[in-house]
């Protein structure tokens, strides 16, 4: 991450601490956005590392904790800052069978990516709600930006399942299969099968 107002943001959380809202910008060529240039839902994160390189660049670590809603952007110089609105999740039991169908068709696009996410997707599968489980395979394997927003405003867990496999589905027809990542990809889908069957409600 390079750019001069996100890494003051950076810098300031982490050293608070404070949460951070991610939030995409729908004009990436914008250098100093407004809230017309972002979208309106993103996610509070908490910081768990941040490391600066020599040429300037920061490597972040942070864990999604909650969607919440951008309500207004009240600073902007050194770093954009505003007032956010927590949103609540909805109840997410029953929706095994769901998820079982986005696993397996997350697991095929992941493999046929050329720079798969290995510990993104290490870290989704740990998570225990199907819900947050279905940004973060959407964050971590769908490669248009709107695509990404439409599972992230979904309401409720089916309409976000159901978004993130219209995703995927349009990213499995990429490129060739990735084999030499396919063994741990395996490993790990098949840890979240044996570790979230309590799900099933």
Known sequence: MGRWTSVQALVEAYRAPKRILVVAQRTPEQAMPGEDDLFGIGTLATLMDCRQHPDGYLVVSARGDQRARLLELTQRIPCLTGRVQPLREPSARGVLPELERVLALAQ????RSPHVPIESLR????????????GALAASLLSDVEQRQQVLEAVSVSERTERLM????SESAAPPENHAVGARLKSLFHRWRVDRLRWNG
């Open 108 to 111: 095929r696009v992941a493999r």
């Open 166 to 169: 219209l995703g995927l589905a």
């Open 123 to 134: 870290a989704a599968l740990q998570l225990e709600d199907p819900a947050r489980l279905a």
